[in-house]
C-alpha cells in the first residue's frame, strides 16, 4: 500500500516537479517504509524550496538519528526549533528542545 502511495506521488511529481508538498509526501512515505537516506534526501529537497513550519525537521532529525548522524539531527532540531518559533508553534519547539536534551544526555 505505502508503495503505491509513493509511486502515486512520484508520478506527481513527475507532472509538477516544483510541488513543494508532494516532496514532502514523498518523505514522509519514505520514513513509513524506513527508506531513511531517500527520505532525509527528500526532505533536504522540500525544505530548499519551501518554508515550512517545523514539523519536516522532526522527520530530518529522525532521519539523521537513524542514519548514525547525531550532529546533524541537532541541526535539524535547532532549525526546527527557530522555526517553529517564528510560525508561533512554543510547543513544538518545546518538543524539539527535550528532544536535544535527550540527545545531549
Known amino acids: 500500500m505505502a508503495s503505491s502511495r509513493l509511486e502515486a506521488l512520484r508520478e506527481m511529481l513527475t507532472v509538477d516537479p516544483d510541488n513543494a508538498l508532494v516532496r514532502y509526501g514523498i518523505a514522509s512515505e519514505l520514513m513509513k517504509m524506513e527508506n531513511y537516506e531517500e527520505a532525509r534526501a527528500a526532505l533536504l529537497e522540500y525544505l530548499s524550496m519551501h518554508e ?3 514539523a519536516a525537521y522532526r522527520m530530518l532529525a529522525l532521519a539523521n538519528l537513524k542514519l548514525g548522524q547525531t550532529d546533524e539531527a541537532r541541526a535539524a532540531y535547532r532549525r526546527g526549533i527557530e522555526t517553529a518559533l517564528k ?16 540527545l545531549d544526555e
Open 52 to 54: 515550512d513550519e517545523g
Open 87 to 102: 510560525h508561533g508553534h512554543p510547543s513544538m519547539a518545546g518538543e524539539y528542545e527535550m528532544a536535544l536534551d535527550d
